[in-house]
C-alpha cells in the first residue's frame, strides 16, 4: 500500500490534536498552535498521487505535528518536558518551545530539499543546502512575523501563543535554532533521504 506512512502518520497526528483538544489550557493557544497541521495533513493527501513523499519525510512531520500538538494542550511555557528539563539543566525558564522551533527547522529542511531534488530545479549539493537553510530561515521568519501579527491582534491574549517568558531575545533564539534544525537534518539525513528517493524514483 504506497500511501501507508502516510496513512500512519495521520493516524498519529490526529490522535495526537483529539487528545491535545479535549481540555487544553487556552483553547485559542491550541487553535493557533495546532493550525499548521491542520493545514499540511490535508495538503499532503491531497498531493500524494503527484508526489508522494518518502516514509522519512511522512514519520518526521507526525513527529513534528505531535511536539505542537502537546504545545497546543498545555501550551509551549507550561509542558512538563520543559519543566524537567528546566530542573535537569538549571535552565530559568521552561525551554519546550526551542524544541518545537528547533523541529520548524528540522522538518521543514527535509521537506523543502526532497522536493527540490524530486523537481530537479537546483543542481550541485552545496547549492541545494544553501536553498534549503534560505527556505527553512524564511519560514522561521514568516512564522515570527505571523507571532507578532497575533500579538498585535490579540494584545495581552497572545502571552500564550507566543511564550517568550519574559526573553527579550526570544525571537532571535527562535530562528537560529530553526537554522540548527535545518543543518543537523542536513548532516544527519541528507544520505538516507538520497537513498529513499532513489528507491522511488525506480
Known amino acids: 500500500m504506497r500511501s501507508l506512512p502516510l496513512t500512519l502518520g ?8 483529539i487528545v491535545s483538544g479535549i481540555s487544553p489550557f487556552d483553547r485559542l493557544t491550541w487553535f493557533l498552535e495546532i493550525a499548521p497541521v491542520a493545514i499540511a495533513f490535508p495538503i499532503l493527501w491531497a498531493t500524494r498521487k503527484r508526489l508522494e513523499l518518502t516514509s522519512l519525510l511522512y514519520a518526521l512531520i507526525a513527529v513534528h505535528a505531535i511536539i505542537l500538538a502537546v504545545g497546543g494542550a498545555y501550551t509551549y511555557a507550561r509542558v512538563p518536558l520543559g519543566f524537567w528539563m528546566a530542573d535537569a539543566l538549571g535552565l ?7 524544541i518545537g522551533h528547533f523541529f520548524q527547522g528540522f522538518v521543514p529542511a527535509l521537506v523543502a530539499r526532497e522536493i527540490l531534488i524530486r523537481g530537479s530545479y537546483i ?9 534549503v537553510v ?9 512564522y515570527e512575523l505571523v507571532e507578532w501579527g497575533a500579538a498585535v491582534a490579540l494584545g495581552q ?7 517568550t517568558q519574559g526573553d527579550p531575545w526570544d525571537t532571535q533564539s527562535d530562528m537560529f535554532l530553526a537554522l540548527s534544525g535545518a543543518v543537523v537534518a542536513l548532516l544527519l539525513f541528507s544520505k538516507l533521504q538520497d537513498r529513499l528517493i532513489r528507491r522511488k524514483q525506480r
Do not use: H, T, W
Open 10 to 17: 495521520s493516524i498519529c497526528a490526529a490522535i495526537a490534536l
Open 92 to 98: 530559568q525558564r521552561n525551554p519546550y518551545d526551542k
Open 123 to 131: 543542481a550541485g549539493k552545496k547549492m541545494l543546502a544553501f536553498i
Open 134 to 142: 534560505c527556505i527553512v530561515l524564511a519560514i522561521s521568519a514568516a
Open 157 to 163: 491574549g497572545a502571552d500564550e501563543f507566543l511564550g
